[in-house]
């Protein structure tokens, strides 16, 4: 039997530990609190990459600190921002987009914003400033084309014939983002009901759906170890090409593709999370996104085009010629419609 | 004493509760009740109506199964080899069995493909294509759950009383029914420990699956994520997870019980080990070896071999500041998280001393995948987004099972009568647990704290949805490099997969210590 002594003994050793172990992890739970300077929270998708001195001159010339938060693919971000809608993550957004601009809107996360400043070459849509755009389309594999001698197609209908089997891959407009833009793009092209039967026959011919543009192009692309030589990515790619080759090299091993109905224009911008706070600070970031020296950076760091005019374009980006025409459908259409469009396209493609 | 034994169980069940099941439970009310239930499911069944949810969750069950079933075949022989012979290098495979555990799901996944992915290694000289084939995904699962039930033979093996064994063979029965009624009945229990174990960790795996699987053979964990993050359908996604714990968590419980009642104290003559003599020996030990490195040593091999040939220029990437920084955060955040993991680990497992409830607890973090757990967290707690406490405490409570489970089963063959004389001479049980206990169990401890080491290193789900850039970590820096297009890119995720990996086994190496001498009971 234990002495009552050594039970209080072993009983205070126990709330001893217990304290000592709560005290530890309060002390750890409340640091940021401590450390807090109010920073401006910005909620970014995993392809935002700005240079690091780029963003601590913006810190140090506007005395406003950046908290930065990436939150996986663009698709993720918004249903981030949804789902944590009653108390906001952030207090402004980037990334989003004229494909998901109005599911953001009809879900209310975003707040006005005015900003009349600089000439726009595109827009996103309401409540959203513009940044910066590219093109999602067909890339393909130079070498691979060579080498089997076939012509490359010279519409999405040509790749919808048996020479053209088992050549392309796509990544799932449900959990990407440019595998989504490429869908409407091909709606916008064709018309849905052709896009659809068009899809359904791609399925026949050996067309390859994978989760995400990683996969897609790291993968499956022939120019990365993969058996595909046709990938659906973006007019900047050939470009990153050249830039991340690792000998130096004149000419991209990769080339756009634009098809009628098989080009989307994506515009990305910045915006206010509705609830969030340091409006101040936010209309600062947003002028500097704008700026000059971002939007000659972004070129080579996210592999977009500059929105603002006259921004002399990055030399490596001779190598991503932008396409002369581009398929679109109103940003109401898109989200009316794009759930439907994505759950049919996993019908007709997948199941 | 029951008192006792809860008051030493809060900790780690307020931590349980407030980073793991309140956040699930978070997600499924979002689900349920919240206002983005637009299409609740009208019962808990309509996931089995369902012919697409129907096959994702068969082939969650068949795929763990099947993993099961092929490691148990391959991985039985290899460790009676292991267990019965003696030849040069025994000791050394032995070791090399615990790689797998420290490789990161996404190195591993990586070497996978690099030997059976197009252009592949095997793919290129057997001219096979295994992309979209459930072969890849299997052949994951094997490389990293071979080894758990190699290792659990070996030491079922060795537990296996010689005596016994002699008998039966001088009343005249032959090796192979000797091996079938008198060793096989004793290691049973420890095999279907091992078997429960990787049915766990095949059935709720999200790495490998999500990677590996494809879009058709990817499991429930990966639909889950999908429907959350992608498609922000929480209602059949946590209607999905409901069912993913109730099928996991009877597993869990079947593992508690068996391994509690597999905790013998009692101590075996072993049967001594032979040199192999006839060539069948030799072709024994050579088959063995064979399997293990096939399916353990190949996707390492390979990777190593690529890295090796990306040239000079991709590996001074690895001095580069950008690498730098992220090692330094590698280092610390799982120093950090060692620590916090430890002390939830010790207190689990002394207070699951006494309950299989809280044994089977320990499993929670295998049981619910970690990206639900970390939509639940953001969801639950968006104050502290991209708060680096939040994220560390995420990585303990994801890494510590492995101290708790490692632990509660050494302090199981802990013989009683040892503690008690030392308290019946009056030392406090504080003491008892210092003086006694814990070196005992000490060799044990460092192993589970080694396994966690290699966890927070290697995680990589957390990190992706709840961390900052400026706290990048290696794992997050190879999925980045992996994202960028060029050649150099894909050279560059390898060389850093090669550093990871080196660094896990380091730290490994570290806590685990020397090995201490061959079998404790000779």
């Not at chain 1, 089997?148 to 999405?156: A, D, V």
């Not at chain 2, 089977?360 to 970690?370: D, H, I, M, N, T």
Request: net charge positive.
């Amino acid at each position: 039997m234990r002495s009552p002594l050594a039970h209080r003994k072993a009983h205070m050793l126990h709330r001893r530990s217990f304290t000592l172990a709560a005290t530890a992890l309060a002390a750890l739970v409340s640091l940021p609190a401590l450390a807090q300077d109010t920073p401006l929270r910005v909620l970014v998708h995993s392809s935002f990459s700005l240079p690091k001195p780029l963003l601590a001159q913006f810190e140090a010339e506007s005395g406003v600190k950046l908290s930065i938060i990436k939150a996986g693919d663009a698709g993720e971000m918004l249903n981030k921002l949804i789902l944590t809608r009653a108390q906001p993550i952030a207090d402004v957004v980037f990334g989003l987009d004229n494909a998901s601009v109005a599911k953001a809107q009809a879900n209310k996360v975003l707040e006005p914003v005015a900003y009349t400043q600089g000439s726009a070459i595109a827009q996103v849509g309401t409540n959203v400033v513009p940044v910066d755009y590219g093109f999602v389309n067909l890339n393909f594999d130079k070498a691979a084309f060579a080498k089997s001698g076939l012509p490359l197609p010279k519409s999405l209908e040509d790749l919808a014939q048996p020479a053209y089997r088992n050549l392309l891959v796509v990544p799932n407009p449900a959990t990407s983002s440019p595998g989504y833009a490429f869908l409407l793009a091909t709606i916008a092209g064709m018309g849905e009901e052709k896009a659809f039967d068009w899809w359904a026959r791609m399925r026949g011919n050996g067309v390859k759906a994978v989760k995400g543009w990683t996969e897609a192009y790291y993968t499956e692309f022939s120019r990365n170890g993969g058996t595909r030589p046709l990938v659906v990515s973006y007019a900047s790619s050939p470009a990153a090409e050249v830039f991340y080759s690792k000998e130096k090299i004149s000419e991209s091993p990769t080339g756009n593709l634009f098809l009628k109905g098989g080009v989307f224009r994506q515009v990305e911008g910045v915006a206010l999370v509705a609830g969030g706070g340091q409006r101040e600070a936010a209309g600062k970031f947003i002028r500097f996104l704008r700026s000059g020296g971002v939007q000659e950076a972004l070129q080579t760091s996210m592999w977009m085009y500059p929105v603002e005019a006259h921004t002399p374009l990055a030399e490596v980006m001779k190598h991503a010629v932008e396409p002369s025409a581009f398929d679109s459908l109103p940003a109401e259409t898109i989200a009316d419609k794009g759930t439907g469009w994505v759950a049919r396209w996993t019908q007709v493609v997948l199941k | 004493m029951p008192s006792r034994r809860w008051l030493l169980a809060l900790v780690p069940l307020l931590a349980l509760a407030v980073l793991l099941v309140a956040p699930v439970l978070r997600l499924a009310g979002e689900g349920w009740w919240g206002d983005l239930a637009t299409q609740a499911p009208s019962s808990p069944w309509a996931l089995w109506t369902d012919p697409y949810l129907r096959w994702r969750v068969l082939w969650s069950v068949l795929q763990a199964g099947a993993t099961c079933m092929a490691a148990l075949l391959l991985g039985l022989p290899v460790a009676w080899v292991l267990a019965r012979w003696e030849f040069a290098g025994r000791s050394l495979v032995l070791r090399l069995l615990m790689l797998p555990f420290v490789v990161p799901t996404l190195v591993a996944a990586l070497g996978v493909l690099a030997l059976w992915g197009p252009r592949g290694v095997f793919s290129g000289w057997l001219d096979v294509n295994l992309q979209d084939t459930p072969w890849l995904l299997l052949y994951g699962n094997l490389f990293f759950n071979l080894c758990v039930v190699v290792r659990a033979g070996v030491d079922a093996l060795e537990h296996v009383s010689a005596p016994r064994v002699a008998a039966a063979r001088t009343l005249g029965a032959t090796p192979w029914r000797a091996f079938w009624r008198v060793e096989w009945p004793a290691i049973l229990p420890w095999l279907a420990s091992s078997l429960c174990l990787v049915f766990l960790y095949c059935f709720a795996g999200f790495g490998l699956a999500l990677v590996l699987g494809g879009q058709r053979y990817a499991t429930v964990e990966v639909e889950i994520y999908t429907l959350v993050a992608h498609e922000l359908q929480l209602a059949p996604a946590s209607l999905l997870a409901l069912w993913m714990l109730l099928l996991t968590g009877a597993v869990a419980w079947a593992y508690a019980l068996i391994e509690k009642r597999l905790a013998t104290p009692t101590r075996v003559q072993p049967i001594a080990r032979q040199r192999p003599s006839r060539p069948a020996h030799c072709l024994g030990v050579a088959a063995a070896l064979g399997v293990l490195a096939f399916f353990c040593a190949a996707p390492l091999v390979a990777i190593v071999w690529r890295a090796a040939h990306a040239g000079w220029d991709t590996w001074a990437l690895v001095a580069d500041e950008e690498t730098l920084a992220a090692l330094w955060n590698t280092l610390r955040f799982s120093a950090t998280a060692l620590l916090l993991a430890t002390v939830l680990g010790v207190l689990h497992a002394l207070a699951a001393q006494s309950s299989v409830a809280m044994r089977a607890a320990a499993f929670l973090p295998f049981v619910v995948s970690p990206i639900t757990v970390a939509f639940g967290l953001l969801l639950l707690y968006p104050q502290w987004t991209a708060s680096l406490p939040l994220l560390l405490c995420a990585y303990a409570v994801l890494a510590y099972p492995f101290v708790a489970k490692s632990l509660a089963s050494a302090l199981d063959s802990v013989p009683e009568h040892l503690p008690q004389a030392a308290r019946s001479l009056g030392a406090s049980p504080w003491r008892v647990f210092w003086r006694v206990t814990l070196p005992m169990v000490a060799p044990a401890l460092r192993r589970g704290m080694a396994f966690a080491a290699a966890t927070a290193l290697g995680e990589f789900a957390v990190t992706l949805f709840l961390s900052r850039p400026e706290w990048a970590t290696l794992t997050t820096l190879i999925y980045q490099r992996l994202g960028r297009p060029g050649a150099a890119n894909g050279d560059a995720a390898l060389v850093l997969a090669c550093v990871l990996m080196a660094l896990a086994l380091a730290a490994f190496a570290l806590i685990e210590g020397p090995r201490r001498t061959e079998s404790p009971h000779a």
